[in-house]
T-cell receptor, first 114, second 111 residues
């Protein structure tokens, strides 16, 4: 069974640039969630995708957007990067049991904005 | 809104010591409660969970009991090992809501 994989593992961008982070969900999982984990903090929910549609969003501005593809892989796009966007971005996949299905997390992408 | 409060870290223990990490929550209804662990350089792994009051979740020697009367879900382990050094996150969901995490508690176990 292949777990959740994220790419790249590390990324350095300049303020104002755009970034795309990628996630391959665990086999058999059709729901993908993205979380932002700032240094020393717990993960904060960004949004969730189910069958290629966004079906939940946290308190993040519209410059955070996403996609889910027919194979259930996903992208997180962030436009107009700000210094405070520096964080570990975690992708998690789950099955069809709603939010009580266990989340399987990837190892994350460490984004640094300078 | 829903929230989770964990004890401040870091927590430093000697090997074989007893561990308690406190977690309390605020949520309407009957949330499900979780403990996740994050080892250095890795994502989060589910450690244990409990879905209703008085349930006890357990895994790898860790356990936590869902206490509705005190809105708590404290994590315990009788004898910690160096390999338990990690950051521990308490979290909740109300089934139709995404996971809400606490800020995490860093545990360091020294030999």
């Amino acid at each position: 069974e292949t777990g959740v994989t994220q790419s790249p593992t590390h990324l350095i961008k300049t303020r104002g640039q755009q970034v795309t982070l990628r996630c391959s969900s665990q086999s058999g999982h059709n729901t993908v969630s993205w979380y932002q984990q700032a240094l020393g903090q717990g993960p904060q929910f960004i949004f969730q995708y189910y069958r290629e549609e966004e079906n939940g969003r946290g308190n993040f501005p519209p410059r955070f957007s996403g996609l889910q593809f027919p194979n259930y892989s996903s992208e997180l796009n962030v436009n107009a990067l700000e210094l405070d966007d520096s964080a570990l971005y975690l992708c998690a996949s789950s099955g069809t049991g709603g939010n009580n299905s266990p989340l399987h997390f990837g190892n994350g992408t460490r984004l640094t904005v300078t | 809104g829903d929230s989770v409060t964990q004890m401040e870290g870091p927590v430093t223990l000697s090997e074989e010591a007893f561990l308690t990490i406190n977690c309390t929550y605020t949520a309407t209804g009957y949330p499900s409660l979780f403990w996740y662990v994050q080892y250095p350089g890795e994502g989060l792994q589910l450690l244990l969970k409990a879905t209703k009051a008085d349930d006890k979740g357990s895994n790898k020697g860790f356990e936590a009991t869902y206490r509705k009367e005190t809105t708590s879900f404290h994590l315990e382990k009788g004898s910690v090992q160096v390999s338990d050094s990690a950051v521990y996150f308490c979290a909740l969901t109300r089934g139709n809501t995404p996971l809400v995490f606490g800020k995490g508690t860093r545990l360091s176990v020294i030999a």
